[in-house]
């Protein structure tokens, strides 16, 4: 018999992937990784849920505690991001360092396996030509979370199973009934697992970062307000800038050496190009050549035409410039830049911090 770990959040989606994978003929181990104190998945409140699931489904349960790691590889990262005016993204790396990893690691350590299987709505595809699994969108396209899986390298793909890439969502939940799981009707998360237990970001990183008040400025240097710090604060950000002004103002930089957020009008945040770091190639071999993709610059963003270009040259080979077909909006430094080839993902990484004027 097939043997598998799924991992186990507490929540509709990993519950039907493990109960579809039983139902498949696999052998099913339970494991849950806990992430941190407080209510939601991936916190001890998902806890109680994925072992009511287990014991439901009659399979074993394995928790291991993964609060330092959580503690070290990302709440540390995002603070540390926030302080210098960065808005990181830390659900790609949350998913390579402090998920998929540990668990392909305890699959084979502790439990003579190399499959793992998540609730993640992505599909895995072998590439006959040439060996290299693919990393394709989800069939719901509203779901699809392959932007958050675009730095699995080929080792994790190979080891990994996502059983609910086929599904679209309300066919999840019609399952989940169908099986008579209890969190059949569970209520989705709608945020970031530390906005879910904090009750925002800003309650999350006031914990971590001392008030600093400073100046909000326009492009001209005139000071329009003040601020508590530049960790509230996002490029593209419209809301809760807390000035008067005649147009809308977005901010368009933010300062962490003068402490300083600046803000002008809407097409003064528009960026014709950017520079992606820390690039994992998925789907494809690092190119040689530029090539033609859609990117999106944000989880929910549209997809738009780009141009990727390698940067080349020793020290670079992780590096690439992204040429936009049409300016961006938006464009914010610490999130993730992932570009795709129709439903199959490329590759993606992490936009840097544009240059000062």
């Given at each position: 018999?097939?043997?598998?770990?799924?991992?186990?959040?507490?929540?509709?989606?990993?519950?039907?992937?493990?109960?579809?994978?039983?139902?498949?003929g696999?052998?099913?181990?339970?494991?849950?990784?806990?992430?941190?104190?407080?209510?939601?998945?991936?916190?001890?409140?998902g806890?109680v849920?994925?072992?009511?699931?287990?014991?439901d489904?009659?399979?074993?349960h394995?928790?291991?505690?993964s609060?330092?790691l959580?503690?070290?590889?990302i709440?540390?990262?995002?603070?540390?991001?926030?302080q210098?005016?960065?808005?990181?993204?830390?659900?790609?790396?949350?998913?390579k360092?402090?998920?998929?990893?540990p668990?392909?690691?305890?699959?084979?350590?502790?439990?003579?396996?190399?499959?793992?299987?998540?609730?993640?709505?992505?599909?895995?595809?072998?590439?006959?030509?040439?060996?290299r699994?693919?990393l394709?969108?989800?069939?719901?396209?509203?779901?699809?979370q392959?932007?958050?899986?675009?730095?699995l390298?080929?080792e994790?793909?190979?080891?990994?199973?996502?059983p609910?890439?086929e599904?679209?969502k309300?066919?999840?939940?019609?399952?989940?009934?169908?099986?008579?799981?209890?969190?059949?009707?569970?209520?989705?998360?709608?945020d970031?697992?530390?906005?879910e237990?904090h009750?925002?970001?800003?309650t999350?990183?006031?914990?971590?970062?001392?008030?600093?008040?400073?100046e909000?400025?326009?492009?001209?240097?005139?000071v329009?307000?003040?601020?508590?710090?530049?960790?509230?604060?996002?490029?593209?950000?419209?809301?809760?800038?807390g000035?008067?002004?005649?147009?809308?103002?977005?901010?368009?930089?933010?300062?962490?050496?003068?402490?300083?957020?600046?803000?002008?009008?809407?097409?003064?945040?528009?960026?014709?190009?950017?520079?992606?770091?820390?690039?994992?190639?998925?789907?494809?071999?690092?190119?040689?050549?530029?090539?033609?993709?859609?990117?999106?610059?944000?989880?929910?963003?549209?997809?738009?035409?780009?141009?990727?270009?390698?940067?080349?040259?020793?020290?670079?080979?992780?590096r690439v410039?992204?040429?936009?077909?049409?300016?961006?909006?938006?464009i914010?430094?610490?999130q993730?830049a992932?570009?795709?080839?129709q439903d199959?993902?490329?590759?993606?990484?992490?936009?840097e911090?544009?240059?000062k004027a």
């Open positions: 018999m097939k043997k598998v770990v799924v991992g186990l959040s507490g929540g509709v989606d990993s519950s039907v992937a493990a109960a579809s994978l039983k139902n498949q696999y052998e099913v181990i339970g494991l849950t990784l806990w992430l941190m104190n407080g209510k939601g998945q991936c916190c001890s409140d806890l849920d994925a072992a009511q699931l287990c014991e489904l009659d399979i074993p394995h928790v291991v505690d609060r330092e959580f503690a070290s590889d709440v540390d990262y995002l603070v540390a991001g926030y210098k005016g960065i808005t990181p993204l830390p659900c790609s790396q949350c998913n360092t402090v998920k998929f990893n668990m392909l690691n305890y699959a084979r350590d502790q439990l003579s396996t190399t499959k793992i299987a998540t609730g993640h709505y992505a599909r895995i595809s072998l590439n006959t030509e040439n060996g699994y693919q394709l969108r989800a069939v719901d396209r509203h779901k699809d392959s932007y958050f899986l675009y730095d390298g080929q994790l793909l190979a080891a990994s199973i996502f609910l890439g599904y679209t309300a066919e999840t939940r019609q399952l989940a009934a169908q099986l008579g799981l209890h969190t059949a009707e569970k209520p989705e998360s709608q970031l697992c530390l906005i237990a009750g925002s970001m800003q999350f990183l006031d914990q971590y970062i001392q008030t600093q008040p400073g909000i400025i326009d492009q001209s240097g005139n329009l307000g003040q601020h508590q710090g530049i960790h509230h604060f996002t490029i593209g950000q419209r809301k809760g800038l000035i008067a002004a005649a147009n809308p103002l977005y901010v368009v930089d933010l300062d962490s050496k003068k402490n300083q957020v600046i803000v002008g009008e809407r097409q003064t945040a528009l960026k014709t190009e950017c520079t992606v770091q820390r690039v994992n190639w998925v789907s494809i071999a690092v190119p040689c050549a530029p090539i033609r993709a859609d990117v999106q610059v944000r989880y929910r963003s549209s997809p738009t035409p780009v141009t990727v270009i390698p940067m080349g040259g020793e020290g670079q080979e992780d410039k992204l040429v936009f077909e049409d300016p961006q909006f938006g914010a430094p610490g993730a992932v570009w795709y080839d199959i993902l490329l590759g993606g990484g992490i936009i911090p544009f240059p």
